[in-house]
């Protein structure tokens, strides 16, 4: 069983960054798509980007130019850099892993407890 824990989070003004991490307690080689999704308050779970064994990556639009992610098999670590943060971009972040290809919320196969992010105006 594969424990990962978002660390990060926290109180940022906007247009300032913050770079999230998802520590694995075992080799995140095996899963071949790691992925960062948010929930906002009253709203569901979205993905917000995805990157697979061999690094190919993929972002939702909100995300597409402002944020990041990265993995790091040796440190067994995946990391979201986010940058020019919105207000709505608060939400708490989690992290999520699938030995297989698909980033779909019902799909993956490991999720962590999640991070918080606010973004004040």
């Known amino acids: 069983q594969v424990q990962l824990v978002e660390s990060g989070g926290g109180l940022v003004q906007a247009g300032g960054s913050l770079t999230l991490s998802c520590a694995a307690s075992?080799?995140?080689?095996?899963?071949?798509?790691m992925g960062w999704y948010r929930q906002a308050p009253g709203k569901q779970r979205e993905l917000v980007a995805g990157?697979?064994?061999?690094?190919?990556?993929n972002y939702a639009d909100f995300a597409e130019g402002r944020f990041t992610i990265s993995r790091d098999n040796a440190k067994n670590t995946v990391y979201l850099q986010m940058n020019s943060l919105k207000p709505e971009d608060t939400a708490v972040y989690y992290c999520?892993?699938?030995?297989?290809?698909?980033?779909?919320?019902?799909?993956?196969?490991?999720w962590g407890k999640g991070t918080p992010v606010t973004v004040s105006s």
């Open positions: 999520a892993a699938n030995l297989g290809s698909s980033l779909a919320d019902r799909a993956m196969d490991y």
């Open positions: 075992g080799s995140i080689f095996s899963f071949n798509a």
């Open positions: 990157i697979t064994r061999g690094g190919s990556r």
